[in-house]
């Protein structure tokens, strides 16, 4: 989820400096590197992605692309799905459609393939489908025709 996160001008849709993203993104790196070879090391730097994320939202404030960020590295499914709600209305508060779309994204996964709800799943499909109309993007178009099969096969 971490490179999707930087734009072209050195920052997150929400205001983050690539420099200091890119602190997220390298132990981002070094979670999925580690976890097939040494989950210990793995969660070590996962408990450091998310200090770097507390230290990111003192200096930023409750930034989408932060509190999405950490739904991604928390344990429990309820906080993740805390977590990636708090982001979504942050980013409609800041009128952030980039990450509106990719939490979105993010919501219609989760209610499909990780906690499945029919209902929640159709209704992150419907609004992710909304934000691809105001900004494209070709992978989550084939995710979310992917997403409408599944729904429509009556699973969840």
């Not at 942050?90 to 993010?106: C, G, M, T, V």
Request: aromatic share 8%.
């Amino acid at each position: 989820m971490c490179d999707a996160w930087t734009d072209g001008l050195g920052m997150t849709p929400d205001g983050i400096s690539s420099k200091d993203w890119a602190r997220v993104h390298e132990l981002a790196v070094d979670v999925a590197n580690l976890f097939d070879d040494d989950e210990g090391a793995s969660n070590e730097a996962a408990r450091q992605l998310l200090e770097v994320l507390d230290e990111l939202q003192h200096k930023y404030g409750p930034l989408p692309s932060i509190l999405s960020t950490r739904a991604d590295y928390v344990v429990a499914s309820a906080d993740r799905e805390y977590w990636l709600l708090a982001a979504h209305e942050e980013a409609i508060r800041r009128d952030d459609i980039k990450n509106q779309r990719l939490i979105a994204h993010s919501l219609a996964a989760y209610y499909i393939e990780e906690e499945p709800s029919a209902e929640e799943g159709q209704k992150w499909l419907d609004r992710l489908g909304q934000l691809l109309q105001l900004l494209p993007d070709d992978h989550e178009a084939q995710d979310v025709a992917r997403w409408r099969g599944i729904l429509e096969r009556g699973r969840p």
